[in-house]
């Protein structure tokens, strides 16, 4: 692979001839020019299952992607799927921007979901677990063992399984029992007469979830290691709970369940006791979807259809393990294998950090930007962690939207509280699937003495910001951190995602109009850096679209680069057609959802869409925008997608310093926008495929071109350090020798 990134798209502009100044186009504003969201999010996680297919993976990543794939698709079908079909049930006939009704955007949902659930358990079974066993790892039914073995698995049954069970039969007597949101069952067909096969009993038996799922058969040390299913162990010992009975058959099966929060804010007189009362209750949501054992009988099949009120098109029969999701473990025998992992990685710290006791002084010295995970996420814990124990620091003020489970961040703003600072923390108690944990963090913090509020009535507060004041030479002095992702070390090494550390009055005078607004709802006359949302972030980031726009028709170089996760908001993809009409080139960067077409001629022949999966989750926000050779950069937590416009408290921080401009430009940007291994490019219908190799002899694949920029800095660093080291020359005593004569 080449050493350096390409040409740099910041790089000052040839000059050129005047052009003519050409005319606003008028944009079309039919549905044909927008890609249906949910189709466009069911592709971006066929990107993801693309990973587990790829033989050039190495073979524990591939069962990590798959894994991930099938999470993600459980998330859809709570939230996406279950927010069509409640729209549906309430009759909305309105169209999405692509032209499809609810109704309709089901039918296309069921249609792509059912052939992907069934693809990918064939590729766990038909591929990665014959590589697997390969590798000594084994999943078996229990038929396949030996007799021996299985004495050992019903030993266990009956010892380790079954007092745990609760077997529910169902007749008039015992109506279908609540079954869990992604629980796992088995469900039963019996016959209490051996010769009557048409009196049939059904029951249903959860899969206790506090056992672990994957039974280690004892010996085969030779062979390796063997695992089965708990549930197969269940369903193969069934009839030992239904004495008198005999078993026709047993089946695993699994429901999705609308798992998303309905809470009306501005009728909950607490709002942490609502969002935890309906945390309880949402395991109670209406069934979604159905996947059952391809085996099961069809009476068993209608049962479970008809008693979880479902329709036929999210019943999906599948061959092999349901939850993939739940089989990581698998990995664990293989875990000292490292040439079946990617490369490891150890995050570098970056070069202004280096060495440095008092990161204030770095701060007050120079902007500091973090490019995660190849810059190490600590300098942010330090931050933090430092604030809570200088004397000089007064005042510690952070927005928390999903942190890790044994936070160092809300431990320090705990002791900071201990030691007498001003300590305000804005939990996000409504974030999606981290509610409970978010709860817990509040209440921790609040009897740690840390004053905490729940942001604005009806929105989230999504941005990442953090503020210390300090004391210093009779003044005080404002730090501010602000970040494109959450304040987690743990996803700090999974995620990439941009940190950018200043000391900048203007920044801090904006961050602490911020945390205004959060704690007391009174927003500034004007912000002197940052854009807010829901208070200018969407008419800001139009501006700055129809600017590069008008420059071009006037004849001025205009271009855009972002880089984001979702791109879905009709009025900005309207913007960037209107900036494509005018001749604006436009690179866009769009890991997931994509809405744009792009290539279209007339409209969109300017714009290019690229999305990356790889070992890394891109997560991070960055914005180029030419401004007539000014070239701006901004970094923001949103995405161009309505929710993060109009109902999230989202905030786009410019980055000024010549230097940082020019590495998010040359550097990540551009390093980014050459990826022709793991990159996919979107075509105008919607469909994705592999970016061709631009330079065959030297293939870019950004993330590991990433981790070497960071290494590479990193031993110049320790090169030069070395050097510039004083050469300390020490005495050398002389022993005395023994002669002859002692």
């Known amino acids: 692979m080449e050493d350096h990134p390409p040409p740099s798209p910041s790089a000052d502009p040839s000059p050129e001839p005047p052009k003519a100044t050409v005319p606003a186009a008028v944009v079309p504003t039919g549905p044909e020019l927008h890609i249906n969201r949910e189709l466009s999010w069911l592709a971006f996680d066929q990107r993801v299952l693309d990973e587990a297919y790829d033989p050039n993976v190495p073979l524990l990543e591939r069962l990590k992607f798959i894994t991930i794939a099938a999470d993600n698709l459980d998330e859809f079908f709570m939230v996406r799927v279950a927010g069509l079909m409640e729209q549906v049930a309430s009759g909305v006939k309105e169209p999405s921007a692509d032209g499809m009704s609810p109704a309709e955007q089901l039918a296309a949902v069921a249609k792509r979901t059912r052939p992907m659930i069934q693809e990918m358990a064939a590729a766990f079974c038909d591929d990665l677990l014959p590589r697997l066993e390969l590798e000594g790892v084994r999943l078996v039914k229990p038929a396949q063992l030996t007799a021996t073995e299985r004495e050992y698995l019903h030993g266990h049954f009956r010892d380790e399984v079954l007092p745990i069970l609760t077997p529910l039969a169902i007749d008039p007597g015992h109506p279908f029992p609540h079954v869990r949101n992604r629980s796992l069952n088995v469900v039963a067909m019996l016959s209490g007469s051996p010769r009557q096969e048409a009196s049939r009993a059904f029951a249903v038996i959860q899969v206790p979830s506090v056992l672990p799922r994957l039974v280690r058969i004892p010996g085969r040390q030779v062979e390796g290691v063997t695992f089965v299913l708990l549930e197969d162990i269940i369903a193969d010992s069934v009839g030992e709970l239904f004495p008198g009975f005999r078993c026709l058959g047993a089946w695993s099966f699994r429901v999705i369940r609308n798992f998303d929060l309905s809470i009306d804010e501005e009728d909950a007189e607490d709002l942490i006791e609502s969002v935890s009362e309906e945390v309880r209750r949402r395991d109670r949501g209406n069934a979604v979807s159905l996947t059952v054992d391809t085996d099961a009988a069809p009476a068993a099949v209608d049962l479970l259809r008809e008693s979880l009120e479902l329709d036929g098109q999210f019943v999906i029969p599948v061959r092999g393990p349901l939850a993939i999701r739940d089989l990581r473990t698998m990995a664990d025998p293989l875990a000292d294998r490292a040439d079946l992992r990617d490369e490891p990685f150890a995050p570098q710290v970056s070069a202004p950090l280096r060495h440095q006791a008092d990161l204030f002084a770095v701060i007050a010295r120079e902007d500091v930007l973090l490019h995660h995970p190849y810059d190490a996420f600590d300098p942010v814990v330090a931050f933090i962690e430092q604030a809570a124990t200088d004397p000089r620091v007064l005042a510690i003020k952070q927005t ?194 994509c809405c744009l077409r792009p290539g279209i001629p007339g409209v969109s022949e300017n714009i290019r869409v690229r999305s990356t999966v790889d070992r890394f989750l891109e997560h991070s926000r960055v914005f180029f925008f030419e401004a007539g050779g000014a070239h701006e950069v901004y970094a923001s937590s949103a995405d161009w997608m309505p929710r993060n416009f109009q109902r999230r408290v989202e905030v786009m921080f410019p980055i000024e310093d010549p230097a940082l401009k020019r590495r998010v430009v040359d550097e990540i940007l551009a390093v980014s926008l050459a990826d022709d291994v793991k990159a996919s490019l979107l075509r105008p219908d919607g469909t994705y495929e592999r970016a061709p190799t631009q330079v065959p002899a030297a293939p870019c694949r950004s993330q590991e071109r990433f981790m070497r920029i960071a290494r590479d800095t990193a031993r110049r660093i320790e090169v030069r350090e070395r050097r510039e080291r004083p050469f300390i020359v020490r005495p050398v005593r002389n022993r005395p020798t023994k002669t002859d004569g002692d």
């Open 400 to 593: 928390l939207y999903r942190t890790s489970g044994d936070s160092p961040i809300v431990s320090a703003l705990m002791r900071a509280a201990d030691n007498g600072k001003q300590v305000a923390a804005l939990v996000e108690i409504k974030a999606r699937f981290d509610e409970e944990n978010n709860i817990q963090w509040a209440r921790a913090l609040e009897t740690a003495g840390v004053h905490v509020v729940y942001g604005l009535l009806g929105l989230k507060t999504h941005c990442k910001a953090a503020l210390v004041v300090r004391r210093e030479e009779g003044r005080l002095r404002r730090y501010v951190h602000l970040g494109t992702g959450n304040y987690n070390p743990t996803t700090a090494r999974l995620y990439t995602d941009l940190s950018f550390f200043s000391a900048r009055p203007e920044l801090g005078e904006d961050a602490t109009a911020l945390f205004n607004l959060l704690t007391s709802c009174t927003a500034p006359v004007e912000w002197r850096k940052l854009t807010v949302a829901p208070l200018g972030l969407f008419e800001r980031t139009l501006g700055l679209i129809e600017r590069e726009a008008a420059n071009a028709r006037g004849g001025q170089p205009a271009r855009i680069i972002a880089k984001m996760n979702s791109l879905v908001d009709p009025d900005v993809i309207r913007a960037l057609y209107r900036g494509s009409q005018a001749g604006v080139q436009i690179d866009l960067l769009v890991r997931g959802i």
